[in-house]
Every structure is written in structure tokens, then in C-alpha cells.
């Protein structure tokens, strides 16, 4: 079936205002993860899903980022009154389950521009 | 805490030659280990992973990578470097389950 996929692919907002990013996993994974990667940094961790539920949220920088999974499928990443240092690539990643051996398949992640 | 340093931000090899990516990992357990490539405009994908047993790991596309304990190294070769293999190369430790801890990435050019 079709991999994970994020859109929009591109996201330029001003500076204070509100953004939406939207991942659709692949079908059937319970485990849904977001990531964010700034210039030049490998991925960082926010948060992961497992089912409707966020089970691990330590990630998230403050409380200007959100995120949802009302149905346990997509996710919606919200980040309120945006900041220039917002701007990277939002990743996110879906697998069967968070057990050791489950590979975590990638989107082709939205890149975020604050101006 | 767990971290991943990746020494050589970016790396020149000529085709055909032999590549190494170096990783180093600082984990407090029995280390998780993982390499994935990123190309432009796409996502991660998994070339390997360690979990236990054998410490040399084969993968995609004719990388392995060999789990060094007593050096906290999980360095990733290719015998012979095709034009197709430039990319980013991230090295990751850590539960897949969560928190999944990346290095900052190698960059590699690959010369005709």
C-alpha cells in the first residue's frame, strides 16, 4: 500500500500565526511518531501515538505545540502563535507497534518556513 | 541519556571506491541501533538496524555495519560507493519504540 504521507509538502506563515500539519500514516499501523529536523540536525523527537492516545509527549518544546490522533489514524500537529526558530522540516512516521523491533517508516516530512 | 555523534558532517568518495560513515553512541543499556539514508525530497529509509547476536549487520542496497561495544561504534561501510548512494546518512540509538535519539547526519558527495 502507499507509504506515510504528510502534506502540505511546504508551509510559509508569518510570524504569531497558527499552523496545521497533516499525517497520514500507513494503514494499519498503530504507532504513529512526529519529528522535527532543523537545518543541518538530524530528527528530534515530539511525540508519538499509540492508537487515539499520545503516550509519550516529552518531545513537544512547549505548550505552542499540539498534537492530535482522534481516530488513530491521522494526525494533526498544531502549532499555536508560530516563532522564526518554528521553521524546520516536521517528520512523521508511522510502524505496527512501539516494540523494539518495529521499523518506523518515514514521510517526506512538511517543511515549515516562520518569516 | 542516550546520544549519537556523527563525526564527519560531510564526506567526498569517488565511485566505485570504499565507503565508511562513522557513528558513536553514548546508551546507558544494551543499545538499539539503527542507519537511515535521506535523499532529497524523500524520507528516511531504514538501511539497518542492530538489535542483539551478530555484531555485523547486513542491510539494503549493500551497506552493512559492524556494533563495536568496547567503542561505542556502529560505523557503516559499502565495499564499492554507486553515484545513486549520495544522500544524508543518519545514525540513531535508542528504543524504536520511542524516543528514538539521532545523530546530526554525514553528508555524501559521491565524484564520477
Known amino acids: 500500500g502507499a507509504g506515510v504521507s504528510q502534506t502540505p509538502s511546504n508551509k510559509v506563515t508569518e510570524k504569531g500565526k497558527y499552523v496545521e500539519l497533516r499525517c497520514d500514516p500507513i494503514?494499519?499501523?498503530?504507532?504513529l511518531y512526529w519529528y522535527r529536523q532543523s537545518l543541518g540536525q538530524g530528527p528530534e523527537f515530539l511525540i508519538y501515538?499509540?492508537?487515539?492516545?499520545?503516550?509519550?509527549d516529552s518531545g513537544l518544546p512547549n505548550d505552542r505545540f499540539f498534537a492530535v490522533r482522534p481516530e488513530g489514524s491521522v494526525s494533526t500537529l498544531k502549532i499555536q502563535r508560530t516563532e522564526r526558530g518554528d521553521s524546520a522540516v516536521y517528520l512523521c512516521?508511522?510502524?505496527?507497534?512501539?516494540?523494539?523491533?518495529?521499523?518506523?517508516?518515514f514521510g517526506p516530512g512538511t517543511r515549515l518556513t516562520v518569516l | 541519556a542516550q546520544s549519537v555523534t556523527q563525526p564527519d558532517i560531510h564526506i567526498t568518495v569517488s565511485e566505485g571506491a570504499s565507503l565508511e560513515l562513522r557513528c558513536n553512541y553514548s546508551?546507558?543499556?544494551?543499545?538499539?541501533l539503527f542507519w537511515y539514508v535521506q535523499s532529497p525530497g524523500q524520507g528516511l529509509q531504514l538501511l539497518l538496524k542492530?538489535?542483539?547476536?551478530?555484531?555485523l549487520v547486513q542491510g539494503i542496497k549493500g551497506f552493512e555495519a559492524e556494533f563495536k561495544r568496547s567503542q561505542s561504534s556502529f560505523n557503516l561501510r559499502k565495499p564499492s560507493v554507486h553515484w545513486s548512494d549520495a544522500a544524508e546518512y543518519f545514525c540513531?540509538?535508542?528504543?524504536?519504540?520511542?524516543?528514538?535519539?539521532f545523530g546530526a547526519g554525514t553528508r555524501l558527495t559521491v565524484k564520477p
Open positions: 512516521a508511522s510502524s505496527l507497534r512501539t516494540s523494539a523491533n518495529n521499523e518506523q517508516f
Open positions: 540513531a540509538v535508542g528504543p524504536a519504540g520511542n524516543d528514538m535519539r
Open positions: 501515538f499509540q492508537g487515539t492516545g499520545a503516550a509519550d
Open positions: 546508551y546507558g543499556a544494551t543499545p538499539y
Open positions: 542492530y538489535f542483539s547476536g551478530d555484531t
Open positions: 494503514s494499519g499501523h498503530t504507532a
